[in-house]
Nanobody, 113 residues
């Protein structure tokens, strides 16, 4: 089982990015999926979570700007990030918890002011 993130990059403040996380070796349909991020010198933080049945949860810092979604037919979860701010700069990780915790390798997002 492994997760592969993509879609990160370097953008200006106010712009948008969409991150993707493709799961391999496991069907995500019955699992909650989440996005975390970690900035240099900071702890990894949960920013968005999508339950298997569709409910979502967001950190206050991204509420109203980020949207998590999932396409179980493609075994992929997405994070649409709008109105990006310099403080959103971090490495973003996809996470799935089953009997084992699975993490992707991360994708870097850098937002310039």
């Amino acid at each position: 089982v492994y997760l592969v993130e993509s879609g990160g990059g370097l953008v200006q403040a106010g712009e948008s990015l969409r991150l993707s996380c493709a799961a391999h070796g496991i069907a995500i349909s019955t699992y909650a999926m989440a996005w975390y991020r970690q900035a240099p010198g900071e702890q990894r933080e949960l920013i968005a979570r999508a339950a298997s049945y569709g409910s979502t949860h967001y950190a206050n810092s991204v509420q109203g700007r980020f949207t998590i979604s999932r396409d179980n037919t493609k075994n992929t979860v997405y994070l649409q990030m709008n109105s990006l701010k310099p403080e959103d700069t971090a490495r973003y990780y996809c996470y799935l918890s089953s009997t084992t915790d699975y993490w992707g390798q991360g994708t870097q997002v850098t937002v310039l002011s």
